[in-house]
């Protein structure tokens, strides 16, 4: 039985931005709450998932790997270090800016 284009590239998306695509949709996130999980606006996170902002810095594929569980291996990235928790000897929460605000 042959299998629809639509439903290929729903079982293997073929992009960072569909992989990312893919998972906010399976948990029924719209644009805005994935991008209140990353710190990016809906329109970025639209963005990314369309591809019309490239998806090739490291420490934006990890908000989004860490915002939607996805592990870092399907974006082509190492496992995080525990020095990658560290910037200038402060600890960085996964998907926060660097340097935290303060109040």
């Known amino acids: 039985m042959p299998v629809s ?3 290929a590239r729903s079982e293997r998306p073929g992009t960072p931005g569909d992989l990312i695509r893919s998972r906010r949709l399976a948990r029924g996130w719209t644009l805005a ?3 209140a999980r990353t710190g990016y606006s809906a329109s970025q996170v639209s963005r990314y998932e369309r591809g019309l902002s ?3 810095d490291v420490d ?4 989004f790997a860490d915002a939607l ?3 870092p291996r399907e974006f082509g990235l190492a496992a995080a270090s ?5 910037r ?3 600890p960085v929460p996964p998907g926060l800016p660097y340097p935290p605000s303060r109040p």
């Open 5 to 7: 284009a639509a439903h």
């Open 82 to 86: 525990p020095l990658a928790q560290l």
């Open 33 to 35: 709450e994935l991008g």
């Open 88 to 90: 200038h000897g402060h």
């Open 60 to 63: 934006v594929l990890r908000r």
């Open 54 to 56: 490239p998806l090739t």
């Open 69 to 71: 569980d996805i592990p």
